[in-house]
Antibody, heavy 123, light 110 residues
Framework: QITLRESGPTLVNPTQTLTLTCTFS??????????VGWIRQPPGQALEWLAL???????RYNPSLRTRLSITKDTSINQVVLTVSNLDPADTATYYC???????????????WGQGTLVTVSS | QSALAQPASVSGSPGQSITISCTGT?????????VSWYQQHPGEAPKLMIY???KRPSGVSNRFSGSKSGNTASLTISGLQAEDEADYYC??????????FGTGTKVTVL
C-alpha cells in the first residue's frame, strides 16, 4: 500500500531555511503520471498548495511562494525534499506530503497524504 | 492565484442533504475537469472524497456526490450522518498549471 512520511525540524528560527523530507513507499516516482507534492496548513486555517515534482522531473510551484520554494526528488531512495527559504512566523504550519496520479485521463489528485509535520517558526 | 470561495459553514440535521459550493474563475474551476473535494476531521490529514468533478475513489460512500456549473463546483452530502461533521475543501487545476484550494467549509450535523 502507498504510504508517505514527512520528516524535518519542528522549530526553526525566522530568516532560516526549512528542509523537509518526504519518504514514501508503495509506488515509484518513475512511473508515468505520478507526482509527489507538498501542502501546508497553518493552525486553524485552510490548506495551501505549495509545490510538486512529476515523474519526469518537471516541477510546479505556488506562484505566491515561487522565489522561496525548491523541490527535488531522489527516485533511487524514494524521497522528495522541499526547502522553504527566508522563513517567517507566518510559515508556521503543518506540512503534508501528498501523492497524485494521472490515470487514463483521470486525475486522482492528492489521493494519499502523509500524517503531516508541524513546523513552528519562532525565535 | 486567489483561493476558491467556499461558505465558512454549512449545517444540517441527520438524514438531510446539504450542498457546499466552491466558486472560482474561468482560469481554474470554469476551465478544467480537475476539481477535487477533501474531508478533514480534527487532527487528521485530509481525505480525497471526489475527483474529476464527480468521481468517487474506491471506498467513499455514494452519499457524496460532486458537480460543476460554470465557475462553481458543488459537493452534495445526502443522508447526512454524524460522522460527516468535518471541514471540507475543494481544489482545482489552474491556467498556470498549478493548483489552488478553497477557503474551507465547516459542516455541522445538528
Amino acid at each position: 500500500q502507498i504510504t508517505l512520511r514527512e520528516s524535518g525540524p519542528t522549530l526553526v528560527n525566522p530568516t532560516q531555511t526549512l528542509t523537509l523530507t518526504c519518504t514514501f513507499s508503495g509506488f515509484s516516482l518513475s512511473t508515468t503520471g505520478v507526482d509527489v507534492g507538498w501542502i501546508r496548513q497553518p493552525p486553524g486555517q485552510a490548506l495551501e498548495w505549495l509545490a510538486l515534482v512529476y515523474w519526469d522531473g518537471d516541477k510546479r510551484y505556488n506562484p505566491s511562494l515561487r522565489t522561496r520554494l525548491s523541490i527535488t526528488k531522489d527516485t533511487s531512495i524514494n524521497q522528495v525534499v522541499l526547502t522553504v527559504s527566508n522563513l517567517d512566523p507566518a510559515d508556521t504550519a503543518t506540512y503534508y506530503c501528498v501523492h497524485s496520479r494521472l490515470w487514463f485521463g483521470d486525475l486522482l489528485l492528492f489521493d494519499y497524504w502523509g500524517q503531516g509535520t508541524l513546523v513552528t517558526v519562532s525565535s | 492565484q486567489s483561493a476558491l470561495a467556499q461558505p465558512a459553514s454549512v449545517s444540517g440535521s441527520p438524514g438531510q442533504s446539504i450542498t457546499i459550493s466552491c466558486t472560482g474563475t474561468s482560469s481554474d474551476v470554469g476551465s478544467y475537469k480537475y476539481v477535487s473535494w477533501y474531508q478533514q476531521h480534527p487532527g487528521e490529514a485530509p481525505k480525497l472524497m471526489i475527483y474529476d468533478v464527480s468521481k468517487r475513489p474506491s471506498g467513499v460512500s455514494n452519499r457524496f456526490s460532486g458537480s460543476k456549473s460554470g465557475n462553481t463546483a458543488s459537493l452534495t452530502i445526502s443522508g447526512l450522518q454524524a460522522e460527516d461533521e468535518a471541514d471540507y475543501y475543494c481544489s482545482s487545476y489552474t491556467d498556470s498549471t498549478t493548483y489552488v484550494f478553497g477557503t474551507g467549509t465547516k459542516v455541522t450535523v445538528l
